[in-house]
């Protein structure tokens, strides 16, 4: 990394203020040539931004971080311009002109991770608290980049050191004077975290539908209302209705907020042996949509005599819609629900409310909250189980436990190799 690199921090458009951050080796011989002299490390400067010409572009707040005392451990410079196209385009020619390189997407961050500034769990939290979009993913984005699961991993990881210290006194010094039990002592330590990593790996899931979302299915027959229902609950007309059996023939996602957190709710296709290609299409992505949401709510025809919920399970919740125009089959066992109604609305919103809040909420957020942290975590727990079962050949019980402390330290990022990181770090906005 012995090049600089620049990047807009801020949107681009019109606006009262922009950033645009520097890292590098270069970033003192930047200022000097752009907005002279470098001003003292960590304090406002005003400062005439001189551009590629010679002529000046623009009045600036300049601040100078001096290396490793940075964001990204190197010498870093913020410029805070006025917002306007035509100030940031001058800016950035300025110091295309110098030499510096455009930054790549999340290249302060990684520079940050690779100079020891964050790890990689804490990288990723900066990246959820860039994209938070409810107060929920704030907290917990909030939460990662501040290390919790950092903390947590070492933990895990301290506890795995003490066991292999225990196995491999055991292996390596037979004929010493050593307690008989020394082998059996590490099982407990093992036994304890091993419930811990398979608790963490399973409330994962809950770190990832606060991320990405709680997603619930709206499931049914052709013309049970969902499209009706989807359009009532995102308050627009994000489907088309028609009296038509088979209108709606794919999944349409509406994001939307309830209870402080992100839920996606999807209007899929009617469910119903059709030989219309396009149809039976639909229906197969109805259905795997639904077999990976996170509640599938039912909903049945009341004015319908053959209505039924074949196929929902036991957790899903079921609604005979349309109650404002029959009684309904009596056989069905569901609430009675019409969209026209302001109440039933309200009642079936703090149904839903009610549901997210006791999937999502707990005393304090997941540590884990990616498929990436799940599958180590599920990794981990695999090596400590084939540990467990090894008592008679302490030698491979200690290996099995190296290696659940490598899939460990794959969390934070010790031990990635370089194509994980480029792909974790291509996702960041570019100028983070």
């Avoid at 009045?59 to 100078?64: G, P, T």
């Avoid at 800016?91 to 295309?96: F, I, N, Q, T």
């Avoid at 077999?291 to 957790?315: H, K, M, N, V, Y």
């Amino acid at each position: 990394m012995t090049d600089t690199i620049y990047a807009p921090a801020t949107a681009a458009g019109r606006a009262a203020v922009a950033v645009v951050r520097i890292s590098g080796p270069g970033t003192r011989g930047a200022l000097r040539a752009l907005t002279p002299p470098v001003p003292r490390t960590r304090t406002a400067s005003l400062r005439t931004v001189i551009g590629a010409d010679g002529a000046p572009v623009d009045q600036a707040l300049v601040l100078f971080f001096k290396g490793p005392h940075s964001y990204t451990g190197e010498d870093v410079a913020e410029l805070q311009v006025h917002g306007g196209p035509a100030v940031m385009a001058a800016v950035l020619a300025a110091l295309a002109a110098l030499g510096l390189r455009l930054a790549e997407p999340g290249e302060f961050t990684r520079r940050a991770f690779e100079n020891g500034k964050l790890d990689l769990a804490q990288a990723e939290g900066v990246a959820d608290l860039v994209d938070a979009e409810t107060e929920a993913q704030r907290r917990q984005a909030l939460e990662q980049l501040g290390g919790r699961l950092s903390e947590v991993q070492a933990r895990w990881t301290e506890a795995l050191l003490e066991a292999l210290a225990l196995l491999e006194a055991a292996v390596d010094f037979p004929d010493e004077a050593l307690p008989a039990d020394v082998a059996a002592r590490a099982r407990p330590i093992l036994t304890g975290l091993l419930a811990e990593l398979q608790a963490a790996a399973a409330d994962a899931e809950r770190g990832r539908a606060v991320r990405e979302g709680y997603r619930i299915a709206l499931v049914g027959a052709p013309n049970a209302g969902k499209s009706t229902l989807l359009n009532v609950l995102a308050k627009r007309d994000a489907a088309i209705v028609t009296a038509i059996p088979g209108t709606t023939r794919d999944v349409i996602e509406v994001p939307m907020v309830l209870a402080g957190y992100k839920v996606v709710i999807a209007d899929t296709a009617g469910l119903r042996v059709t030989t219309d290609e396009i149809e039976a299409e639909g229906v197969r992505r109805a259905r795997a949509w639904a077999a990976q949401a996170d509640l599938r709510i039912w909903l049945a025809d009341g004015t319908d005599p053959a209505a039924s919920f074949e196929g929902a399970g036991p957790d899903d919740l079921r609604l005979v819609t349309k109650r404002d125009l029959g009684d309904g089959p009596p056989d069905l066992d569901g609430a009675a629900f019409t969209a026209r109604s302001p109440n039933d609305v309200a009642w079936l919103e703090r149904t839903l409310e009610g549901l997210i809040v006791e999937a999502l909420a707990g005393a304090e957020p997941p540590a884990a909250t990616r498929l990436r942290h799940q599958q180590h975590l599920t990794e981990a727990s695999n090596c400590l189980l084939h540990a467990l079962t090894q008592q008679e050949h302490v030698e491979l019980a200690a290996e099995d436990v190296r290696l659940a402390a490598r899939a460990l330290d794959r969390i934070t990022g010790r031990i990635d190799p370089e194509q994980v990181l480029g792909r974790i770090f291509a996702t960041f906005c570019i100028g983070k």
